[in-house]
Antibody, heavy 115, light 107 residues
Framework: QVQLKESGPGLVQPSQTLSLTCTVSGFSLTSNSVHWVRQPPGKGLEWVGAIWSGGSTDYNSALKSRLSISRDTSKSQVFLKMNSLQTEDTAIYFC?????????WGQGVMVTVSS | DIRMTQSPASLSASLGETVNIECLASEDIYSDLAWYQQKPGKSPQLLIYNANSLQNGVPSRFSGSGSGTQYSLKINSLQSEDVATYFCQQYNNYPHTFGAGTKLELK
């Protein structure tokens, strides 16, 4: 069955770089795109970016200068790197598969930016 | 960026009641709209895609409608398990923007 699971550090210091991994199973990264969505505590959802089945990427323009999404298809993993983290980047980060709408989601990983 | 204005922000309804949630896009999104349900501490769950297509496994009391810039989610015969926050999302253009959410509670 389709599964996605995020992993990464729970705490990141301000100005440092966040590195997250999304490990997928039950589908191929060369057939479906994977997107990242984040949610600050108690707030709404924000689309972060995506990597498409062909390997191209799209980013939220508000984050583009700090963001990089890549993948390793042999390991069925998608990577998110965001630099110059600030407290407002504190959020739950989800990876999700795009089919028609985001049909499968990971459980999310809580990232806190704090010294 | 396309702005998604969702209303109401919160809603209180009784069991068995019919509930409507609205989403207004700042420009035509050509029915590229999804609705999600999120329960506390859980990931969002896809309910509706392409404005009116019911995701597999979602109860038929949920339905979506609309076109152009105006869309709505309808829940017939409200059940206790429907207590959640609901979000709309457009995927016609980047960034794929979400509405601010509607928190649905039981009266």
């Amino acid at each position: 069955q389709v599964q996605l699971k995020e992993s990464g550090p729970g705490l990141v210091q301000p100005s440092q770089t966040l590195s997250l991994t999304c490990t997928v199973s039950g589908f191929s990264l060369t057939s479906n795109s994977v997107h990242w969505v984040r949610q600050p505590p108690g707030k709404g959802l924000e689309w972060v970016g995506a990597i498409w089945s062909g390997g191209s990427t799209d980013y939220n323009s508000a984050l583009k200068s700090r963001l990089s999404i890549s993948r390793d298809t042999s390991k069925s993993q998608v990577f998110l790197k965001m630099n110059s983290l600030q407290t407002e980047d504190t959020a739950i980060y989800f990876c999700t598969r795009n089919w028609e709408g985001f049909d499968y989601w990971g459980q999310g990983v809580m990232v806190t930016v704090s010294s | 960026d396309i702005r998604m204005t969702q209303s109401p922000a919160s809603l209180s309804a009784s069991l068995g009641e019919t509930v409507n949630i609205e989403c207004l896009a700042s420009e035509d999104i050509y029915s590229d709209l999804a609705w999600y349900q999120q329960k506390p501490g859980k990931s969002p769950q896809l309910l509706i895609y392409n404005a009116n297509s019911l995701q597999n496994g979602v109860p038929s009391r949920f339905s979506g409608s609309g076109s152009g810039t105006q869309y709505s989610l309808k829940i017939n015969s409200l059940q206790s398990e429907d207590v959640a926050t609901y979000f709309c999302q457009q995927y016609n253009n980047y960034p794929h923007t979400f509405g601010a959410g509607t928190k649905l509670e039981l009266k």
